[in-house]
């Protein structure tokens, strides 16, 4: 049987078309297994310019409007958005459950892609 005949994937030519798209797949594939590390530590430099917002602001204004009549960072954020607020490590808490869970999904399509960690 004449092997042009064949579908594309089950023919055995290589092009370089192919090979770039192999090389994207792979890439690809990375990205997937690197998700969730990728989103947590976006998530910990977030939290972690907010504490340091915060505490500048609180320390050098005490949460109130300073000398120039700007507003303070700890007194525009909303309550639920403060470092430790028990609303604020609710929302953390449903962020790393949610990335975990995005984590699984992935890890489960490069496994039946036959890209497995």
């Given at each position: 049987m004449d092997e042009t005949h064949l579908?594309?994937?089950?023919q055995n030519k290589q092009t370089h078309?192919?090979?770039?798209?192999e090389a994207h797949f792979h890439q690809v594939c990375?990205?997937?297994?690197?998700?969730?590390?990728?989103h947590q530590t976006i998530q910990q430099g977030v939290c972690h310019r907010i504490h340091s917002l915060v505490s500048k602001s609180l320390s050098e204004g005490d949460g109130v409007e300073n000398d120039?009549?700007?507003?303070?960072?700890?007194?525009?954020?909303?309550?639920?958005l403060m470092p430790g607020h028990i609303e604020?490590?609710?929302q953390n808490k449903e962020f790393c459950d949610g990335t975990i869970r995005n984590q699984y999904f992935l890890d489960c399509v490069l496994q039946y892609s036959?890209?497995?960690?």
């Open positions: 579908p594309l994937a089950a078309k192919d090979e770039k798209e990375r990205s997937y297994q690197q998700y969730a590390t990728y120039c009549k700007h507003p303070t960072v700890a007194s525009i954020l909303p309550p639920e604020s490590q609710k036959g890209k497995e960690l």
